[in-house]
């Protein structure tokens, strides 16, 4: 789709555009409108150069609501191509009534506001070629004749998708350091843990705890032995952190700076190699020590009430989990990894531990879900 375009003096219309901006606020300021009279078509093509000069998301819309170009930059966060154009409302990126109808509606509302002249700033709901939903900051104006028409418009789209999900992710990273000073046993702190890392890193999550000689790991809800985790698995566990933020990595590795008698570090696993961001490098030192810390005061408080800590007695009394796993793959025919899947959905439905869920169904021989 090409836009009306006249050779032309830019600074004859009153309009001038230098170098390229990293952002819609920085390209306002450089946007110098007289008010000169120029013709539409001149308008047009002196929009597509300040379009082109953002690193944000830029519509272009005539007098009639049409939007008749955007910007690289908007083409490669919704996936639409301006070949497609020109686009009329409701546009293919906007929410439909069925998916989103008060977003659909705020839409809507925003594009007849900037119709009229105004300047508006909000966060908004887009879509994705794919159906995917994008929440935007969007700025909009009105380029008005000296008469007080609408010649045209510009919308500029800035993604704050990623931003919200990282202020999301910090407040995940807070609520589990704070989860792990108030845990009052080794075995609610390691489901929590495993629960927080999974989600936090999204992945599957291992725990190794030493105090002197005993070891053992925490992974899929129940205690181990380190034998019996796949190589892969150990091999990251005695591995070392990386700042590498660039290169695809298999997992992440949480591993204390300092260490007392007690030590905790975990491995979560992705489902698949991507980057690592700084963001995640930071939070994982910072709860690679707070899960350490935890695990050395609960040991500490155990001694302090004269009961000596010890790991295998932690193992011992997840036997039972095991023991309901192997029911649940007698009764139903259930592979091990399922059957446990089942145990771990009902323990966090039911706001339970897994042991006394899996004791519970030794007793009474009732379902996981109907404890």
Known sequence: MELPHREQDQASAGLRVAGRFDSADDAWPGLDWNGAPVEVTEVFGLLRTVADSVSDGVLILDPDDRVIGFNQAFAELTGYSEDEGPFEPPFPWWPTESEDAAAHQLLATALRETGSGANLDRDLVIFRRDRRPLVVQSRGTGLLAQDGTVVARLRVVRDLTKDRAAKAHRRDAAQAAVD????????????????????????????????????????????????????????????????????????????????????????????????????????????????????????????????????????????????????????????????????????????????????????????????
């Open 180 to 371: 792990f000073v108030t845990a009052d046993d080794l075995e609610t702190l390691l489901e929590t843990a495993e629960r927080s890392l999974a989600r936090l890193f999204d992945g599957d999550a291992t725990i190794w705890v030493r105090s002197g000689r005993e070891q053992v790991v925490f992974t899929s809800g129940i205690f181990g032995r380190t034998r019996e985790l796949a190589a892969g698995v150990t091999a990251a566990l005695n591995g070392t952190t990386s700042p590498d933020t660039i290169s695809r990595r298999p997992g992440i590795l949480l591993l204390p700076a300092l260490s007392g008698e007690w030590q905790a570090k975990a491995w979560v696993q992705f489902p698949r190699p991507r980057r690592i961001g700084p963001d995640e490098l930071i939070v994982a030192d910072l709860l690679a020590q707070a899960l350490t810390n935890a695990v050395q005061r609960l040991a500490d408080a155990e001694r302090a009430a004269g009961r000596e800590a010890q790991l295998k007695e932690a193992v011992a009394s997840h036997r039972a989990v095991g023991q309901a796993v192997g029911i649940l793959v007698e009764r139903h025919k259930l592979l091990p990894e399922e059957a446990l899947a089942r145990l771990r959905k009902a323990s966090q439905d039911k706001n339970l531990r897994m042991r006394d869920l899996a004791e519970r169904i030794l007793q009474t021989g009732e379902e996981p879900d109907e404890v």
